[in-house]
């Protein structure tokens, strides 16, 4: 594809529901990052793939934050029991190989009331 | 404590002038160091990455340096545009994690006709 895909661009849910957030990296790209943005901050790291599996998930905050990536291409973002301070933007990135560029979509923004 | 801390955290200039971003950092070991130009609601974009044995490099009007041994580098914007409006981010990775990035704030730019 031209470029990474997050879906959806907005989400909006109540506290305590289940979202997942969809990234679609660059065709080829082995590795898959996952960050989160708060408003006036950098991005920062949640886990990142290389292929299938989770080379580092030191960055998820807790245990209601899952990610997977079940065919090296695609990944989901999971959050259970969502919580207001899960509001942010949660930005996808790729790349080709672990130490190259990372290519960023536009991130999915979500809300959680 | 965040390991990368940029200055200032906003500016305003007038178009056609040029600044200057800093950016200090405290990743060890260090691995490379990478500008990042996000505009608002969208995701970053690679600007310029330097490694250790590099102390400058451009991208158009952009220029960034290195210093490595103070752990400093800086992002030179030339001749500055309304579209350079913008969030710009230090990035830097650590050599025992590839793909765990570590983000600064960013400093917000205004380019003002």
């Known amino acids: 594809g031209a470029g990474v895909s997050q879906t959806p661009s907005n989400k909006v849910t109540e506290k305590g529901k289940y979202v997942e957030l969809r990234c679609d990296p660059i065709?080829?790209?082995?590795?898959l990052y996952w960050y989160r943005q708060s408003l006036g901050q950098g991005p920062e790291f949640l886990i990142y793939f290389q292929g299938t599996g989770a080379a580092d998930d030191s960055g998820l905050p807790n245990d209601r934050f899952f990610a997977v990536r079940p065919e090296g291409s695609v990944s989901t973002l999971k959050i259970q029991r969502t919580e207001r301070g899960d509001s942010a933007v949660y930005l996808c990135a790729s790349s080709r190989g672990q130490q190259e560029t990372q290519y960023f979509g536009p991130g999915t923004r979500l809300l959680v009331l | 404590k965040n390991q990368v801390e940029q200055s200032p955290q906003s500016l305003i200039i007038l178009e056609g002038k040029n600044c200057t971003l800093q950016?200090?950092?405290?990743?060890?070991?260090?691995?490379?160091l990478r500008w990042y130009k996000q505009d608002t609601g969208r995701g970053p974009v690679s600007l310029t990455i330097?490694?250790?044995?590099?102390n400058t490099k451009s991208n158009g009007r952009y220029t960034a340096t290195l210093d490595a041994d103070t752990k400093q580098s800086s992002l030179h914007i030339t001749a500055s545009q309304l579209s350079d409006s913008a969030s710009y981010i230090c990035?830097?990775?650590?050599?025992?994690?590839?793909?765990?990035?570590?983000f600064g704030a960013g400093t917000q730019v205004v380019v003002t006709p």
């Open positions: 065709s080829g790209h082995t590795a």
């Open positions: 330097m490694t250790f044995s590099e």
């Open positions: 990035v830097v990775s650590g050599s025992d994690s590839w793909g765990k990035l570590q």
């Open positions: 950016c200090n950092y405290t990743v060890s070991p260090f691995s490379n």
